[in-house]
């Protein structure tokens, strides 16, 4: 189904709060379990994935070496539910949406509220995400499709490999927006300016080249058309830590819900060098 | 004819000299009159078009229209040889290897000196020129291979229409260096950081696109290899304020000749922002 909407997609169908702050306060209430897509513009969101500290050590190193799919935003004292490089008031179990529990790389469960799940060796890893550079290209005038059909943005995995650390490795995970070569260009200039939300593209063009069979099938997301003259452009997405997490079947891992992240205090106009 | 020469292919064949004022000082006194590629690294050079003053406020405003193709260095008073914004001794009617002397649209003479030919009302514009982008993308681990090849970047006739001014109108003239999708993302990175060298590409891929019928048949100077795995990419050219002039058939136009360029005392560095 296409839903087409003028403007800003999300601003019709989801949570939209004044601020980071005011919009993890309705989180936290239980009051929306929804996406954050379109919530609290302007401000930076997060992927998440809290670990053991056992593993935590490796999965920094992992970070460290594949900064463009894993760009961190903040990391926490083992034990320690806040992060207050992202925001004052804000407690990891409570200020997401929604949380995938894990345990071997099993899906056990999805909850609102993780308190009765924390432990005091848990790690939390706050992963910059693609929301925060997509404005910046909308602002700079280049139209994203799967914003305007209402979509998610289709993503794929891909042979570029991730520098291995520890028990993690894998596969590369990129989104993909198709746009005129022109505004591909742009879209280089406007990414490269944000690396802590993957920076600037991977690759342009054939997606053969890195291991997409097919543009039609992504792995995660939906699909959106490749329009004649238009070119396909890939960013590093914020699934590939997901995927890597999951591969090496961890004992346990919380990871937040596909398109509902943690919103913070940061603004997008704060991780942007000129 | 492919002469294959490691590293920098001019510095084995060329003039070098130490600075931009170094090397005009051998040009004027005649000692050398061939192209100028590689001479005095990391000083900018620049195209050269003169034309009477009654033109001149035209093709300042076509300039001013067009900064991608016609990205202006500097201006000169009327009638005055000098251009100090460029280098405190500068004589633009003996420090240019060769000029090229034009009357309505027709090649007359090319000379290594216009003293003979100076007018109290001519104007002189000084154009940025690729060669000072070349350094940094080579500088950047992005192999050019025109420059490896040691042949001249081939150029191109599109159907992009550059925006008229008075008398002058007509295509924009591009240049074309294939490579790597990543080493594209990174060239328009690196390139975007100097508008007054014709900035970040004006268009990547398909050559039909903007109008050209086919890559191994340049309008301006040679051909190279796309390999497999390659994009074109296209930055807009200097070539095209010498081709609109023509174009416009003025009674009187003095311009450099192909590859024998003004070199000035501003550092390539001097160029870019960051």
Redesign the interface.
Known sequence: MVTKISGCAQEAQGLVAATGLAARHIIRSGEWTGHTSGTAPHYVQGNLVILPAALANDFLRFCQRNPKPCPLLAVSEPGDPRLPRLGEDLDIRTDVPAYRVWRKGELIEEVSDIRHLWREDLVSFVIGCSFSFEQPLIDAGIPLRHVQEGRNVAMYRTNIQTVPAGPFHGPMVVSMRPMS??N???A??VT?RVPQVHG???????PA?IGIADLQKPDFGDAVAVLP?E?PVYWACGVTPQSVVMEAKPEFCITHSPGKMLVTDLLDGELAFS
């Open positions: 070569p022109a591909a260009i742009r280089v200039q490269a600037a593209p991977v690759h342009l063009g054939d080249q003259g070119m």
